[in-house]
């Protein structure tokens, strides 16, 4: 069997795996857009936030962090990773929201909060790319195809045929030598036995 065809296709199948993991670049934009839904209205507001610019909406205080989309050679991801805020009654902000928001899957990941409701839109104004590293699949050895010596030591992934010093001779048994039984004689059919003359001595 010839495996260097199979390692071969090993080889090219982790390269097209590596290919398929690779990740696409990304376009870095100043400015988020997003809409909010004031439950108790009704009212659905759009508007517009820089990144690290804190707006306010309803109760809520929002300050998206990043905001990031694809090129257009590639499929649309638009995501933000934001922040959110809501004062207390005791003068203390507490966070309610800290995480990405989709703008594909509004509902994926989204803000919970009893009142309000907030989703990424798009994003927008963005010319700086940011390249993501590609994953380069691992090297392997050359494959050689050329037959090892029988001292040379095996390795990963060979079939090796056992050693003939490797299971112990069984003992060896003595035998007598078969001796030859004559060949058996026909049997002769068996003889009655002859009367004696009866003599007649009364005279």
Known sequence: MNFGWARAALVLASFIGGLGTAQADRIKNPT??????????????????????????????????????????????????????????????KRVFSGWLFAASPGLHGLEHPVYDIWLVDCKGGTEVIAEPKEVPEELPP?????????????????VAPAASTAPRPPAVETAPLQQQPAPQPRQPARRPVPAPIINTDR
Not at 71 to 78: D, L, M, Q
Not at 143 to 159: E, F, T
Request: hydrophobic residues 35%.
């Open 143 to 159: 494959i050689q195809d050329a037959a090892r010596g029988p001292n040379d030591l095996a390795r990963p992934g060979d079939i």
């Open 32 to 93: 988020a857009v997003f809409s909010g839904l004031d439950k108790i209205t009704g009212r659905i507001v759009s508007f517009e936030a820089a990144i690290d610019e804190t707006v306010q909406f309803g109760a809520l205080q929002m300050t998206p962090r990043v905001c990031f989309t694809k090129p257009p050679t590639e499929t649309p991801n638009t995501t933000s990773f934001i922040e959110v805020d809501e004062p207390g009654s005791d003068g203390k902000t």
